[in-house]
C-alpha cells in the first residue's frame, strides 16, 4: 500500500484524525478536508488514489461532493454514513460511490475496505489477465485500456462499475447470483449483498443500454442473477 494517498473528508477533526492514525500505520500518505469544497480544491491541487467522504457535512456534503467528482475522476470513493442516513446511502451508492462504511466504524472494516478497493483502483481488470478486445454486439471490453464502449463511444464507469462488467462480458451467457457477482468484484461474502449490486446494475445499465427499462445487454434472470448476453 505504499505510496499510495488517501483523502479523507469529515467536518469532525476528532474522526479526520483518528482516520489518519489508522491509515498512516497502513503505510498511507493521507491527506485531509473538513468539507466537500476543500475537498474538491486538494483533487485538484495532489494525486489522490482514494476518498473516504462523510455524508453531512457544511457547505458541500458528501452527495453533491460525489456528484461533482464523478464528473472528472472515477477514484474509488468510501462514504461514511450513520445508520439514520440510510436512503442517502443508497444514493451515494447510485450516483457513484463505490462503498459505505456506517458510523460508528469499526477501524479494522474501514482500513479492509480501505484496502481492497486500493487493490481494484491499482490493479484495475485482472481477471484472467486477458488483454483482447471483447465485443458482444455494440458493446465492446478493451482490458488494456480498461474501457468499456457503447457503439464506438467511451463510457465512464466506476472502478466497482466496469470490475461487474468485465465479470459479465468475460463470461458472457453465464448467470452470476447476487451474492456471486459481489464476492467476485468486491472480494468478500456477499451476505445482504442486494441493495448494493442491484444500485452499480442499475446505474451500469443507464449507462449502456439506449432503454435501460428494456435492456439489450445486461439482462436479469429472475430468481438465479445477472448476465451478458452472448
Keep these: 500500500m505504499d505510496n499510495h494517498s488517501v483523502l479523507v473528508v469529515d467536518d469532525d477533526k476528532e474522526i479526520r484524525d483518528a482516520i489518519e492514525i489508522y491509515l498512516r500505520n497502513e503505510g498511507l500518505t493521507v491527506m485531509k478536508a473538513k468539507d466537500g469544497v476543500e475537498a474538491i480544491e486538494k483533487l485538484h491541487e495532489c494525486e489522490v488514489h482514494l476518498i473516504i467522504l462523510d455524508i453531512m457535512m457544511p457547505r458541500l456534503d458528501g452527495i453533491t461532493t460525489t456528484f461533482r467528482i ?101 463470461n458472457a451467457g453465464r448467470v452470476f447470483s447476487i451474492s456471486e457477482i459481489y464476492e467476485r468484484v468486491w472480494k468478500e461474502p456477499g451476505f445482504n449483498a442486494e441493495n448494493t449490486v442491484a444500485v452499480h ?30
Design 70 to 170: 464523478r464528473e472528472e475522476k472515477n477514484i474509488p470513493i468510501i462514504i461514511l454514513s450513520a445508520k439514520s442516513e440510510d436512503t442517502d446511502k443508497i444514493l451515494g451508492l447510485q450516483i457513484g460511490a463505490d462503498d459505505y462504511v456506517t458510523k460508528p466504524f469499526n477501524p479494522l472494516e474501514l482500513i479492509a475496505r480501505v484496502k481492497s478497493q486500493l487493490r481494484r483502483y491499482v490493479a484495475l481488470g485482472t481477471y484472467e489477465g486477458n488483454d483482447k478486445l471483447i465485443r458482444i454486439h455494440g458493446l465492446t471490453l478493451d482490458p488494456s485500456a480498461k474501457e468499456v464502449a457503447v457503439d464506438g463511444d467511451v463510457v465512464r464507469l466506476t472502478p466497482i462499475e466496469y470490475k461487474i462488467v468485465e465479470l459479465l462480458m468475460t
Design 201 to 230: 446494475i442499475r446505474k451500469i445499465r443507464e449507462k449502456i443500454e439506449i432503454d435501460p427499462k428494456n435492456p439489450r445487454y445486461l439482462k436479469v434472470v429472475w430468481g438465479i442473477g445477472y448476465k451478458i448476453e452472448k
